[in-house]
């Protein structure tokens, strides 16, 4: 054994191998078109490792899913542990990482809205995941609206938050001077004057 590893590494790897790969196939080609003998095909391994792993393939959705979240969250974190005590600078900054995002090459939409459109019944612990990062984009919004003192925060979270999703959905298409940009303008046009820079 290398320095470093422990006797529980091969079965981690094996989990992670399982996980990158679906989550590249789930995300570039969608959960349904994506059979389980694909992705043990492509990660090499046996079907009973993969079965050990994800019982079912929801449930390996559900992992590819909150995979994604936590890149998200964890990308939103960064860049309020940057600004914090300037809500309005932090604002301006996490619309530009999304707006990034969103320019970044492969990119094929916001994988929660992917997953909600795929999945209508709310008990699919998928969407449950969806939904749940819905809820949670509008509490930080309403959170830097607060910080920002506007009036009505989750009005203000509900709208910006609408046009995010706009914008993951529509990615590079319908922005001609860039996602970043035009959610920065958007985002400005929602502030009442008196909360402007």
């Not at 900054?93 to 909600?116: D, K, T, V």
């Not at 930080?140 to 914008?167: K, N, Q, S, V």
């Not at 993951?168 to 402007?196: D, T, W």
Request: with cysteine; net charge positive; hydrophobic share 40%.
């Amino acid at each position: 054994m290398k320095k470093g590893e422990s006797a529980q590494s091969p079965v981690l790897d094996t989990r992670e191998r399982i996980l990158r790969t679906a989550s590249e196939l789930f995300y570039r080609e969608g959960t349904r078109a994506v059979g389980v003998d694909l992705i043990v095909a492509q990660s090499g391994v046996a079907k009973t490792s993969l079965y050990r792993h994800f019982a079912t393939k929801d449930d390996l959705i559900e992992a590819f899913l909150l995979r994604e979240d936590e890149d998200f969250w964890r990308h939103w974190d960064t860049v309020a542990a940057e600004h914090k005590g300037a809500p309005r600078e932090e604002l301006d900054a996490q619309l530009q990482w999304l707006g990034e995002r969103i320019a970044r090459p492969g990119y094929r939409g916001c994988p929660q809205i992917n997953i909600a459109a795929e999945y209508a019944d709310d008990k699919h612990p998928a969407r449950k995941v969806a939904v749940a990062h819905k809820k949670e984009m509008r509490r930080r919004l309403a959170e830097l609206a607060r910080a920002m003192r506007l009036d009505d925060p989750e009005t203000f979270a509900l709208r910006l938050g609408t046009i995010i999703d706009g914008a993951l959905s529509s990615g590079r298409a319908l922005h001609a001077h860039g996602p970043a940009r035009f959610l920065q303008e958007l985002a400005q046009m929602l502030i009442p004057k008196k909360g402007r820079k």
